[in-house]
Every structure is written in C-alpha cells, then in structure tokens.
C-alpha cells in the first residue's frame, strides 16, 4: 500500500494521527523505517526506484508530468513486479494510474485514478477503497497473490494546503483505518502475509515534493507481518516530532526491492543498487543468513563487474562466510554503485553545445551590431549578462537566485530613484520591497529568519483572516478595474462614454468571477467547508449560498468549476474584442483607433493572470501595477535600454518572489485544472505555464504598454527588447550549460543543476514562444 | 568649455562608486561619448561648486574601523553570537567613534588655521556630544532606508537595528564633524550631501569615507547566500565588516592620492 507524499513524521510522530499504526509497531506487528527517497522526489520516478531498486533518470521528473507519455515504461526493465508475473503470481493493482503507465501487461485486475487532478481529496481514495470490499473478502482474496493499493488524496492535500492543512489530520485516520482493515483480514489471519505501507517520497513545509530537502527525502516505511513479533524489535511508538524527521532506523527507499523479492522468494531485480535491511536479518537461520546476503550480494556483483570492466568472483574478494564482510561488502557496493550509475552520451551533449554556442555567438553578433551607436551601452548590458550567468558555477548560487534578482534590481532601481526627486520613487522602491518580503522566495533559511506576508495572512483568524483576504483580492482587483477606464474617454465625441462604460462594465465582470473563484478558493482551503459552514463568518456562508443559488448547486468544487468555465468565456469574448478594437475603429473611421490598447490588453490579460494565481499572491499584481506605473514616470520612453533592461529583471525578479525556486518542488499545480472536468493535456499544461510564469507575461505586455505609441516606430521598439531578450538568455544558458559540462560528476548536479536546466528550457519556452509571440501579435494589431 | 565639460561628467561619474552604482550607468568614464540616456542628466545640470573640505591627512584616516572589525571577532566573538556581542560591544565602538571625532575635529581645527597646535575648546566637545546623539537619531532614518533595501525583520529587527546604528556613526558622524550644522549654508551642504551631489568627491576624505562604508555595506551581501555554513556569514556580520573595512578603504584611497596627485 503506498501512500503517496506518506513523510516519516505522519506514520510515526507524537502528532500523527495514526494510532492503529502505533500499535502495530508497539504490539511487535510492524517495524518502522524512515526511507530516503532518491530525488528527484516525485512520484514516477520514485516508483521506478522501488520496484526495480535503481536510481532514476533525471527526465523522468518531466514525463511524469506528461501524463499521455509511454516512454517511461517499465515493460522491458527486471523489477519485483516482473518478477512475481514471472512466477505465476496474480497482481491487482488499484490506484494511481502511473502504475499502469510502468507496467502496462502484468496486472491481473486494474483501476487507475489520475494523479493530476490535485484539488479532489476524496473521490480519489474512494475509487480504491471501493475495491476493498470485494477484494479483501474470501472469495476476493482467493484470486491475488499481491495487491497493490496507490494512495493520492494525502499528496493533493499537501499540495492544496500543506502539510498542516485542516483536511490532513481526516485524511490519516481515514489510512489508518484503511490499514486497519487490510491488517484485520489478512496480515492477522495468515502469518506468511507481508504487508508494506510506505510513502513514495516526503513532502516539504508548504506541501510540495520534488527536490531534496529533508522533509521531501524521507518518506515513511511500514513492514507489517505476524512473524516479526519474533524479531523483539522494542520499538516504541510514537517518537517525539523532530525536524530531522529522525525515526526509527534509516535505510534507502531502494533497500525494499531486496528485501521484498528475498521475502517473498523471488529473483532480486538484476538491475537493483539496494541492500537487504539488515534488521530483517535475524528472521532467518544462522545458515541462511549468509545465503540472504550472499544473494544480495552476487547480484550487485554483476553490476560492480559491470562498471569497472572485470569479472571477478565474489569469493576471491571477501571471505563469504562471514556476515560482516558480507555486510561491509553490501555497503560498499552500493555507494560506489550509486556514485557511477550515471552514464553521458557526450556525442549528443557536444552537438547540444556547439549549438547553443552558435546561437550565443549569432544573438551577440546581432545585438551588437544594433548597438553600433551605443557600444557603452551594450558592453553594460553584456556584463550584467556574464555576471549574472557566472553564478550557475555555484550550486548555492542556484539555489538562492532570487538573491541575485534583488541585488541586481535594487542596484537598478537606486541608480534611476537617485537623482531623481519624484514621489514616485520611494512608491518604486517600497512596493518592490513588498514584493520581496510578500514570499521571502528561496530554497533555504527562508523560513527561519524572514517573516511572510503571504503566510501572514493566511494564517489570520477566522474573524478577521476572511475580511482582510476579501479586501486584499478585491482592492487589487478594483485597482485594474479603475485603471483600465482611466482616460478612456475620447475627447469631443459622444462614443467616449460608450466604450468606458463597456470597458469597465466587461472588465467588472472579469474581476467579479475572478473574485468569486479566488475568495471561494481561500475559504475552501482554509476552512474545512465539507462539515458544514460553521467555521466561517456568516457573511461568507451567505455569499457561498448565494452564488451557489445562482449556479443552481451546493458543492464547492462544482461552483469553483462552473465559475472558471464562465470567466474563460466572458475572457475570450472581452479579450478578442480589446485585441480588434483598433481595428473596428479603423473601419468605422472612429477617433484615435489606439486609444488605450495596450492599457485594456493588458488589464485583460491580468485578470487571466490573476484567475489563475494562487489567493496568496492576488495581491501581488497590485505591487506589480504600481511599480510599472512609477516606471513609466521615472524613465522616459527615449531609454529603451533602461526599459528593456527592466523588463528582465522585473520579469524575473517577480517570478522568484511568486515563492518560486528553481527546485522541482515549488512548482504550483493548484490551479492547473481550473474549470476543466477530466483531465486535457494541452489545457492543463497551458494553465500550469500560466499559473507558473504570470509574472514574465504580465512584464512582457507591461513592455508593449510603456513603447506602444502611435509613432511607427513600435516594431523597432518590440525588436530591442526581444534583441535583449534574446541575447541575455543566450549568453547565461551558454554559460550554463557550460556550467552543468563541467560540475556532471558534482555531488548537486541532480538536485540542484538538472532542475535549473529544466527551468531555464522552460523559461526560453516563456521567453521564445509566449513572451514573443504575444508580443508579436499584439503589437501587430496595433493599427492606427 | 570642455573643461567645465569634463567637470560635470565627473560629478555624475560620482554614482558609479556610491552605493546608488547601476550596472549600466553610461558615462562613467571622463572622455567616453555621451549617449542617449535618461541616466545622463550630466547636460542640463548646472555647474557644482565643490563642496569646502578638510585637506587629507593621516590623521583623519579611520583606523579606529580596523580595531572595531578586529575587536568584534576576536574580543566579542561575533561570529558565534551576533546579538550578545553587538550589545556589549556598542558602548566600547561608540567610545572609539568619539575618540575618531576628536582627533579629527583638532585636526581639521589645526590644518584650517595653520597655527601652533590646540587642543578642542568646550564648544566643541559640546558639539561632539551634539552630533553623537543625532548621530544616534541618524540611525533610524538608515533602518528605514536599509529596510527597503531588503534588510530583514522579525526575528532579525535587533540586528539589523544595530547595523543602522554602526552605518550611522560611520556615515553621518564623521560628515557632522566637518559639515557643521551651525555652518551658514549648512542646508544646502546637507542636500547635496544626501543626494549624492558632490564634486571632485576623491578628493573629500571623508566623504569618500562615508561612501567607502556605504559601498562596503553594499557588498558585503555577495557571501551570505554561499553554501560555505560557516558562522560568520550571519546576518549582519559580513555586512558590518564591509562597511567598516570600506570606510577605511574610502578614506585610504583619498589619502594616497592626495600624497601621489
């Protein structure tokens, strides 16, 4: 039975709730392991490791996001699932489907529920606990020989709302009772039964998984069966919550696959790098002891022969007869194992090189060249480049980037507020350290020594927490509403007051669903909703009736749902209009045909922002809105440069102070599924670019919408800044790719390198495709 | 006219070693071709009258600075408790920047009027004690500024309220010494003092002191964030430590080249 996101401390702390499973291990039933999990910490991967015992390819991370994909089959590779097919064994397997997507033909019996869907906590476990009726009855049992069950409503949790969450507490003893059940008819009726719950990796303190930290490594490892009362294993549960996540022994995730295929009498995996858990080591007899290791041990011999090009036999090595050199040997195999298992096709990666190295050279050549006039300007520009990509050589460097964003920004914005002695400064300078201090961002120390706006205001009380979210959404909100209409009004003619009216009245909407879905969001992930609408001010409860009155259902997430589906209606209609109106006006002969376009594409386009932003950071896009208004008063439009150069700072400083790192964990799904009924590739990918790179695209419009002017001169504008654009990531992601070449047998180059690469392709994808494009096609319909 | 010309790009060449420095500020450098550049408001600002100023002297250097660096890691131990070394060590590092003032107020007195050697009179240790304390007061405007720089607060307000404290007695008291408040057109001085306005500043030593902590300061973020785990890049440790060794750098730098000009 795996749990998904199951951490060490939800099995066994003082402050679990899963008191069955205490007394299991009290009672002798169970042992209790905290198992560190191989980043990356996720779940396609992590599976790989436990069935086959090996470590995982890095790409593996990204497919398991590609639900549709086939490439990451297991099909082929030797694993204890293979194994036991092997042996004539019947598997049903109920749960996450990525189990199916790895094993596509061994399953006797099957039902997969998808792992995506984050925001459902409980339909997800339903559709397998359903099974259990049937399967664990006397006829059902008579028809498997394993039965895997793949948890996913503990991980939607965390990822909805933490590992503190209200919802969580519900979730483990709904488990608890379910191993309670599994343990009652089968484990205690048969003592040749073993059953395993474990965690497929942790989760880290806001509820996300994927990088390294401690909380995502050590997830929880449960072996339960009437013959280890005979082990004496003393342990005593629950152990005291620490933040080392230190309980009970520590062994790697992968031990299991020689454990369990020893156990169970099968074939170790030829493929595995882990170890028989040596405290098992006592269930067998003195003889058999040495044969259990000597098995384990000649098939990781294999793969040492493998590695260092020699075939040697085990006995001429060590003295098989012993268990400690049997042991020491183990140890040792494995961590030189885990050390080579990585294997570069340098062909490719040289080609991959040579490349980028091209394009580097090509977009300097060019950047140069349209600086011809200005080289001062442009040798600046290169240097912030090459200064800020030489920081890829240092992992921490990686990790703490926000660091670097808010060094290089602030040096910007002091050097345009110094001389100058407008107001608009000191409005720059505090809302960019708002912005800062909304998330305090970062991988470490974040938590200890910087207070957070965001978790601030999440954590008020019920009597105020509701009415200050409410005021924070909404002032943000109403702030774009009045910005767009600001000015609208065409001077002299009688239609002025026609199309601010329309404007505002359309962009109201908007931001009326926009609130609707975020306030709704909050309520439903703060408060525990489903047991009724005690815990909230009745105001709020009025309001959810309310809406859900008009929408004719009672269900949270139905109405959330709803909502999305009518806010993407009433955005296509008012954005397809905003993006043809210079064209309509240029029909109808009207006035001024780009009167404010730019500043209605780009309010338009926030509230799609917005729509898709956590409620944590709505108010963030207020900060967003006055530093670009102070920019505009601050910087001329003559200073291309300096705008351009803002744009990508703006761009990626916003991003960072989202709360993203560039660790696979702060990836936000939460608001992937927005108004979508089953899941859709294509849309839910969209939606996750969007809820994840909003910052970039807003700063990318809020470009158009500083150098859009009715001069001609907007392509030449556009052509500067995509120029910019273009050679700052040229140059920094030449020099890290560079960087990641020469650190390939660093101890971080998985945890900390890989998944920089991943997010820089995935900002040359916002940069090239989104940024651009968008750019393109708005400033093309720019017509006068 | 190209002399004036010259003059006025230095004055804007001034940023480039302010904390206020951008990565990209055009014109740096006296000769280079004047772009198109809000940045560059170099043309449309009047000529600057310098600023009167103390003529260098060893005796104005700060060393004071270096023994405060090394008394906070060796004496205090700062390095492994920042907040109980700040605290004891405030009384003994404000004594020295009040040694600091005396000698440089009876050296500035002596190198003015270029007479026979005096002590300070009582109106002046009335007016050091004076600027001490605005001094002290100078420190909360500086929290505020180092604030919205990105300081932290919360658990981190304590030590981030005594690196205000150590910037103040760095920038602002040795500034007091020789732009006394009780100068005619001590206003105006202050303004372009605070606004960075100042020409030939190389040649001020102690403004190039105050801007030598400031840009110090500045720099000494960059170890914070390296995964080295050694103790001593707490905050606000290797800030303090820049602006300290920064001050005597500034003031060094306008020394030498007084000696060497």
Not at chain 1, 332 to 353: C, M, P, Q, R
Not at chain 1, 721 to 748: K, Q
Not at chain 2, 203 to 225: D, E, H
Request: a neutral charge; aromatic letters at 12%; proline letters at 4%.
């Amino acid at each position: 039975m795996v749990i998904d996101a199951l951490r060490a401390d939800f099995l066994f702390s003082n402050e679990s709730q899963m008191t069955f499973v205490h007394g299991l291990i009290n009672d002798g039933y169970a042992l209790g392991y905290t198992a560190y999990s191989n980043p990356p910490t996720v779940t396609l991967p992590r599976l790989k490791g436990i069935t086959t015992g090996s470590t995982p390819n890095f790409i593996d991370a990204v497919l398991n996001i590609a639900e549709e994909d086939t490439s990451s089959s297991l099909g082929d590779q030797d694993s204890w699932v293979k194994q036991m097919h092997a042996s004539g064994w019947k598997i049903n397997m109920f749960g996450d489907d990525t189990w199916l997507k790895l094993f596509p033909s061994y399953f006797a019996k099957t039902d997969g529920t998808a792992s995506f869907y984050v925001s459902d906590f409980t339909i997800v476990d339903n559709n397998v606990t359903r099974h259990l009726d049937y399967e664990l009855s006397k006829e059902g049992q008579k028809d498997w020989d394993c039965l895997i069950l793949h948890y996913l409503g503990l991980d939607h949790i965390g990822h909805k709302g933490g590992p503190t969450s209200a919802s969580m507490p519900a979730k483990q003893r709904e488990m608890d009772s379910v191993i309670r059940r599994i343990f009652k008819s089968t484990v205690e009726k048969d003592e040749n039964t073993l059953f395993v719950v474990m965690g497929d990796h942790g989760m880290n303190e806001v509820g996300n998984h994927g990088g390294s930290s401690i909380g995502e490594v050590s997830a929880g490892l449960l072996l339960v069966s009437s013959k280890f009362k005979k082990l004496q294993s003393g342990q005593k549960a629950p152990v005291r919550r620490n933040a080392d996540f230190d309980y009970f022994d520590h062994i790697d995730q992968i031990d299991l696959v020689p454990t369990l295929s020893t156990l169970l009498g099968l074939r170790i995996p030829i493929n595995n790098l882990g170890t028989f858990i040596q405290s098992l080591l006592p269930l067998y007899s003195a003889k058999d002891k040495t044969n259990v290791l000597i098995k384990n041990a000649l098939q990781l011999k294999v793969l040492t022969d493998k590695s260092r090009n020699e075939v040697t036999s085990l006995d001429s090595e060590i003295d098989v007869s012993s268990l400690s050199t049997l042991l020491d040997f183990l140890h040792d195999a494995k961590g030189e194992l885990l050390k080579t298992s990585s294997d570069y096709n340098y062909t490719d990666i040289f080609y991959g090189v040579a490349g980028y190295a091209f394009t580097a050279l090509l977009s300097l050549a060019l950047f140069f060249t349209h600086h011809r006039d200005r080289l001062w300007e442009a040798s600046v520009d290169l240097l912030f480049f090459i200064l800020y990509a030489v920081n890829f050589f240092g992992s921490s460097m990686i990790e703490e980037e926000h660091h670097l964003w808010w060094f290089f920004t602030t040096l910007f914005a002091a050097s345009i507020t110094v001389k100058s002695k407008s107001s608009y400064c000191t409005a720059l300078l505090v809302c960019l350290r708002l912005l800062k201090a909304w998330n305090n961002s970062g991988q470490k120390n974040n938590i200890k020594s910087n207070m957070k706006i965001a978790t601030y205001v999440a954590s008020l009380s019920p009597d105020i927490g509701p009415v200050v979210v409410a005021f924070l959404v909404a002032s943000t909100l109403a702030t774009y509403c009045f910005y767009v209409t600001e000015g609208v009004a065409v001077k002299g003619k009688g239609d002025g007051t026609i199309v601010r009216f329309v404007t505002f009245i359309s962009t109201s909407l908007l931001c009326f669903i926009t609130f609707s879905t975020k306030f709704l969001s909050y309520l439903s992930e703060t408060y525990d909703l489903r047991s009724g609408l005690k815990e909230i001010p009745d105001w709020c409860s009025n309001y959810i009736q309310w809406i859900g009155q008009r929408l004719g259902t009672t269900d949270i997430n139905t109405i959330n749902q709803q909502l999305f589906s009518l806010f993407y209606k009433v955005w296509l209609v008012a954005i397809a209009l905003h993006l043809l109106k210079p064209l309509f006006y240029k029909i109808w002969k009207l006035p001024d045909p780009t009167n404010n376009y730019t500043r209605s594409i780009l309010t338009t386009f926030s509230q799609l922002l917005i729509s898709q932003t956590n409620f944590n950071n709505v108010p963030i896009f207020f900060l967003l809105l006055v530093i670009l208004v102070s920019f505009k008063k601050l910087v001329p439009l003559s200073n291309l440069n300096a705008i351009s150069l803002f744009t990508i700072l703006m761009q990626n400083l916003s991003f960072f102070q989202f709360g993203f790192t560039n660790s696979l964990s702060s990836v936000d799904l939460t608001n992937s599924f927005n108004g979508l009924s089953s899941y859709n590739m294509i849309l839910s990918g969209l939606l996750t670019f969007v809820c994840n790179w909003a910052a970039p695209i807003f700063w990318s419009l809020a470009y158009l919408h500083l150098t859009l002017k009715p001069d001609g001169r907007n392509w030449d504008r556009l052509y500067h800044r995509l120029l910019v654009t273009l050679t700052f990531y040229s140059v920094s992601g030449l020099l890290l790719i560079l960087s990641c070449y020469n650190l390939r047998f660093h101890l971080f180059i998985w945890t900390v390198f890989s998944p920089k690469i991943l997010y820089f392709l995935a900002w040359i994808m916002c940069g090239l495709l989104v940024d651009f494009g968008l750019s393109c096609i708005v400033t093309a319909l720019y017509i006068k | 006219m190209s002399s004036a010309r010259k003059k006025v790009k230095k004055t804007v060449s001034f940023s480039r070693n302010s904390p206020s420095l951008s990565d990209r500020n055009p014109s740096t450098e006296p000769g280079s071709p004047v772009p198109e550049s809000a940045f560059d408001l170099a043309d449309e600002e009047p000529k600057l009258n310098e600023l009167p100023k103390p003529s260098p002297a060893f005796m104005l250097l700060p060393f004071h600075s270096l023994a405060i660096v090394y008394a906070l890691f060796h004496h205090y131990n700062i390095s492994s408790k920042v907040t109980p070394a700040l605290n004891s060590s405030t009384l003994a590092v404000l004594t020295l920047h009040f040694g600091f003032g005396l000698i440089a107020l009876t050296t500035i007195k002596n190198k003015n009027k270029a007479k026979r050697h005096r002590g300070p009179n009582g109106g002046e240790l009335v007016y050091l004690v004076i600027s001490s304390i605005i001094s002290c007061f100078a420190a909360i405007p500086i929290f505020v500024i180092l604030l919205v720089f990105g300081a932290p607060i919360g658990s981190l307000t304590k030590e981030t309220a005594f690196l205000a404290l150590h910037l103040s007695f760095l920038t602002v008291f040795p500034l007091l010494l020789v732009y006394k408040l009780t100068d005619l057109d001590a206003g105006d001085t202050w303004i372009r003092l605070l606004t960075f306005q100042v020409p030939a500043f190389y040649k001020n030593q102690v403004y190039l002191q105050a801007m030598g902590s400031l840009v110090g300061c500045w720099l000494g973020v960059i170890p914070i964030p390296l995964d080295w785990d050694r103790d001593w890049q707490q905050w606000p440790i290797t800030l303090l430590t820049g602006a300290y060794v920064g001050s005597f750098a500034g003031s060094l730098i306008s020394y030498l080249y007084s000696i060497f000009e």
